[in-house]
């Protein structure tokens, strides 16, 4: 019996539903990096559809980076991106390191930042990521995916892990706006400061690219980070992913 494919969200074509599904079981390490895929008559047979939309599928994920396609050998998981790490003087920090607001356009009525989904955590390698930088398992964290409007548009897709939970049902609702790091801090009864932020680059995968009104593929910048309360505690870990061509972060070293 062929495998079912996801429904939502609605009029997203078969290629982009088998995409998905794909790509759901590399992040969940059913596919570990390295690993080739099965073939395109094995992932047909598999899910009911036909061998070209099985091809659409695999093109989709290569454009993401998700997939390296060797012709003539087969398709494998990429392994993930290298992560490099700057030590930043706290005495000299005067700034605020990449805040999305101050670094994309000026807004107009009706943006904002706003809840899309309260996700479980499920082990995907970014939940796995999560757990690791707040130094809890996977199952004590409660997660929260927003979109950043601006422009009259999606720039920013946003996700933040707490080790905390349930998270307040008018918090999680979606289309809930506000400044998601403040609400969350509040929900906790603690305050936030900086611990550390890295900033990288990636090709938009098919969540993102949906979310963001952009092809899969498209450059994302990445600003990644753990908030801690006063004593050190590490309590809030947040990862944005934020449209190449609408952004850019600044560092100022002199006073304006």
Do not use: K
């Not at 899910?47 to 087969?74: C, K, M």
């Not at 005067?94 to 994309?104: N, P, Q, T, Y």
């Not at 950043?148 to 979606?174: D, K, T």
């Amino acid at each position: 019996m062929a495998t079912n494919l996801p429904s939502t969200p609605p009029n997203t074509p078969l290629y982009r539903r088998l995409a998905r599904r794909l790509q759901e079981r590399i992040d969940a390490g059913g596919y570990p990096a390295g690993v080739r895929l099965p073939s395109e008559p094995e992932l047909s047979a598999e899910f009911g559809v036909n061998r070209l939309t099985v091809r659409q599928a695999v093109a989709e994920l290569e454009r993401a980076a998700v997939v390296e396609i060797r012709r003539g050998v087969g398709t494998f998981v990429r392994p993930p991106a290298v992560r490099v790490s700057i030590a930043v003087d706290p005495r000299s920090q005067r700034f605020d390191l990449g805040s999305v607001h101050e670094a994309l356009p000026e807004g107009e009525q009706g943006d904002g930042e706003f809840v899309v989904a309260a996700p479980p955590v499920t082990g995907s390698a970014e939940d796995e990521e999560a757990a690791r930088q707040l130094g809890r398992a996977p199952d004590g964290l409660s997660r929260l995916d927003s979109v950043i409007r601006l422009g009259g548009r999606a720039r920013a897709a946003c996700s933040y892990w707490v080790p905390f939970g349930p998270l307040p049902a008018e918090l999680v609702r979606p289309g809930h706006a506000g400044n998601l790091v403040r609400d969350l801090a509040r929900a906790a009864g603690m305050e936030l400061e900086y611990d550390w932020r890295a900033f990288g680059a990636i090709g938009a995968d098919l969540t993102d690219a949906e979310l963001l009104g952009v092809p899969a593929g498209t450059p994302l910048l990445v600003r990644e980070g753990v908030s801690c309360t006063p004593d050190g505690t590490p309590s809030l870990y947040v990862r944005r992913r934020i449209d190449g061509s609408s952004a850019r972060f600044v560092l100022h070293f002199r006073e304006r």
